[in-house]
């Protein structure tokens, strides 16, 4: 049985991070001719996101997944497929989080009941910022 599970409000979470402590920071490119972006202009992209799986889909996991990120094209372009740390070894060095699951190329599913959406959303940002996820 899946439970009732939704996200902690913020100050109630578990989160050592926040998006405000990283919007300002920018990502280098991982591949030539791209340019680095701030984190915000990630976000603003819509390719960088984080969000509460639909009870339909915590279901069809048995309940072990709390989060989908995407990581669309945009920002794709600011990680290397053969970089020494992958993007879902990133995910898993991260306080709070339990277990990641790559499901496709640009989405995760995450275990991490106690992070709230924002802190959520800062976790796969510091990853990308992380220069292991570059060649």
Known sequence: MVDDWTPPERGRC?????????LTVVVPAAHPGLPAMTVAELLDSG???ADPLLP????ATGGAFHWSL???DT??????DRAPLRL???LREMPGVL???WVEREEFVVAAPTLCRNGMTAV????LIDPRVRR
């Open 88 to 90: 879902d070894d990133g």
């Open 124 to 127: 796969i940002a510091a990853v």
């Open 56 to 59: 339909a889909t915590r279901h």
């Open 14 to 22: 578990t989160c050592t991070i926040h998006l405000e402590q990283l």
């Open 99 to 101: 277990a990641v699951e």
């Open 47 to 49: 390719d960088l996101k």
């Open 70 to 72: 995407w990581v669309g």
């Open 75 to 80: 920002a794709r372009g600011h990680y290397h």
